[in-house]
């Protein structure tokens, strides 16, 4: 792995107050995000971990700002979280939170940030109002407003070179990879989302196995009901991987063990909700750590070759 301070030369960041931001975004991604910290660490050239750094402790940072408290709360929240994000970007004064010193600094290195940082923000709306979906279709709204856009934070970072449909093609395969993730999250996070009242299943989805949001928060729910339940969820998850799995042959050969990495982990983890059925309503899930090392270390093998072949 290259040490952080390589990464931090390799990206050009010299300024000793700039590079104490990322690395304290550094440290805060290594805490929540462990595994794709891990991975961006291990697979992606050097030059790039900053900048994906610092998109994903942004990405963080505004879900907790709008995640807590009443719509209203949330959305004032949101209100003011963009006019401090756009001041950031537009350089009007150097910002007094070390998150948006350092977003700003990669959207100047990385111009493609700036519009993908606006997407995200125009999104945002739908996380701060969620509430839970009442059909399928609002489900596939909140992929296309919120769960996209939140993903293209980092890949554009890693998007192939523009080309006449390689653009489409690349976008086409980041929704099915976030659609795919996103049920897999919401399935992972189920015991957590059912005490707050709000999941990602769909209400409609729900009333086909003939139960309602309060059955799974203590009413009778069988473990049969519950287990078809959860494997129709990772049916609908399984078939959206199936539609990203040729995503990394789209982006340059450096970059292909980070996106291989990325989807594998994200399939163990459906494999672990899988396994536990109806259980998770009460267990939650997360990747084997033996198979996830696994994945990590042939992605990594393959990584250190690419990089010792001649250029």
Not at 75 to 101: K, Y
Request: glycine share 4%.
């Amino acid at each position: 792995m290259t040490k952080w301070s390589a990464a931090l030369d390799q990206a050009g960041v010299d300024d000793a107050h700039l590079r104490r931001d990322y690395d304290t975004r550094r440290r805060l991604v290594r805490r929540f995000a462990r595994e794709e910290y891990v991975a961006t660490r291990l697979l992606l050239p050097a030059r790039l971990h900053p900048a994906v750094i610092a998109a994903v402790a942004f990405m963080h940072e505004t879900d907790e700002r709008i995640d807590a408290g009443d719509p209203l709360t949330r959305q004032e929240a949101l209100r003011s979280w963009n006019r401090d994000v756009t001041a950031a970007l537009e350089g009007d004064h150097v910002s007094p939170q070390p998150t948006l010193r350092a977003l700003a600094d990669a959207a100047r290195r990385h111009p493609q940030l700036r519009s993908r940082v606006r997407a995200f923000l125009d999104g945002a709306p739908t996380e701060a109002n969620w509430n839970g979906f009442d059909t399928e279709a609002d489900f596939q709204d909140y992929i296309d407003d919120y769960s996209l856009p939140a993903l293209m934070l980092t890949a554009a970072l890693i998007a192939p070179p523009s080309k006449a449909g390689q653009d489409e093609a690349f976008q086409r395969g980041c929704r099915s990879l976030i659609e795919a993730w996103q049920r897999t999250d919401f399935l992972a996070d189920l015991p957590e989302d059912i005490e707050q009242g709000r999941i990602g299943i769909p209400d409609d989805e729900l009333s086909c196995h003939g139960l309602k949001l309060d059955d799974l928060r203590g009413g009778p729910v069988s473990r049969t009901e519950a287990a078809r339940l959860v494997s129709s969820q990772v049916a609908l998850a399984e078939a959206a991987f199936a539609q990203c799995r040729s995503l990394p042959d789209l982006v340059d050969a450096e970059n292909r063990p980070f996106l291989r990495a990325l989807i594998s982990v994200q399939e163990l983890r459906l494999h672990d909700v899988r396994r536990r059925g109806g259980t998770i309503l009460r267990t939650g899930a997360r990747p084997s750590v033996p198979a996830t090392l696994r994945v990590l270390a042939r992605e990594y093998r393959a990584a250190r070759n690419h990089r010792r072949r001649p250029q």
